[in-house]
């Protein structure tokens, strides 16, 4: 491996360790459902980001909880030695795409029927540090 390699492979992988994130994958909640809460979250500090979620009264801020407590969580694995306090970890990205939908049919009057499309989505939230801490 050539020397500017090997260093721009050194930077990833210290920048790497600065992140950390979690995927929740086939939500049953529809995409524009699960955007509303996570535009709320987006580029704010993980404890305010934390008590906007528990006391926004949408479904989907229960799951987005859940999400960005499994996100935390990967960060301190990957850095024991570091206090979350001292981070200063905020919502670096979160990401709403479509997932699968079910398909059904709803019967409709004169023999007709209609189709219902139940929406899932996939969420993919990154935390980032604003601190550069040494482990």
């Not at 721009?8 to 699960?34: G, Y």
């Not at 990205?93 to 007709?112: C, F, H, N, T, Y």
Request: aromatic fraction near 2%; hydrophobic fraction near 40%.
């Amino acid at each position: 491996m050539g020397v500017r390699k090997k260093q721009m492979a050194e930077r990833i992988k210290a920048e790497k360790k600065q992140i950390a994130f979690a995927k929740l994958n086939n939500c049953p909640t529809s995409p524009r459902k699960m955007r509303l809460v996570a535009d709320l979250v987006r580029g704010v500090q993980v404890e305010k980001a934390l008590a906007i979620l528990r006391f926004n009264p949408k479904e989907a801020s229960r799951k987005l909880e859940k999400l960005l407590l499994s996100a935390l969580a990967n960060w301190q694995a990957k850095n024991e030695d570091a206090s979350v306090e001292d981070a200063d970890l905020y919502v670096k990205e979160i990401r709403v795409d479509g997932g699968s939908m079910l398909k059904r049919l709803r019967p409709a009057p004169q023999g007709r029927a209609h189709r219902i499309r139940k929406r899932s989505n996939h969420v993919t939230l990154v935390l980032g540090s604003n601190n550069n801490i040494e482990s």
